[in-house]
């Protein structure tokens, strides 16, 4: 008996194009409590890279702000890992003396909620966004840290959780 057994059904639907009548976040919590949190991490890369680098920012931005301290933390410090200088330049440069500069400015890869907690979502989105044109693998690493917190990916939307269910159907035969 598959892992996906009792949702293969409703998968199958998103994957078929056709989502099937409820609530689409709904059914991902029924699936994200019936798969491994690296299927989830594989259907919300799938999501997240959907919307190009604006659509990433927005997105991004939308799970920071959804999420919990720790995971704001997270991935703001991978954000800020994988921000090369052309990256570090530009956005310091449009967002002086943001805290989110400063750790830029600073070299720093790490952050404690506190730190995040003094973020603001919309410069969370621009420097997703910059790192994303640089480094797309960046959906890659967000969607890791995210993979574990439904509740935050819900924010996303009924558009994104269809796709990160589609994704998630056809990569494992429900």
Request: charged share 10%; net charge negative.
């Amino acid at each position: 008996m598959s892992f996906l057994s009792g949702i293969g059904d409703m998968l199958k639907q998103y994957s078929g194009g056709n989502a099937p009548a409820g609530n689409p976040e709904e059914h991902f919590d029924q699936v994200a409590q019936n798969v491994p949190s690296s299927t989830i991490a594989g259907g919300l890369a799938s999501a997240l890279g959907s919307g190009g680098s604006g659509g990433f920012g927005q997105m991004a931005s939308k799970l920071f702000s959804n999420g919990n301290s720790g995971t704001q933390a997270g991935m703001l410090g991978t954000l800020l890992a994988a921000a090369g200088p052309s990256v570090l330049a530009q956005f310091t440069q449009s967002h002086p003396g943001s805290p989110l500069a400063g750790m830029l400015q600073q070299g720093q890869t790490s952050v404690t909620p506190e730190q995040a907690a003094a973020v603001d979502p919309n410069e969370v989105q621009a420097l997703a966004a910059n790192v994303h044109q640089e480094n797309p693998g960046i959906i890659g690493k967000i969607s890791e840290i995210y993979a574990a917190h439904p509740t935050a990916i819900k924010a996303l939307g009924a558009g994104a959780l269809a796709i990160a269910m589609k994704h998630i159907s056809e990569n494992h035969n429900a």
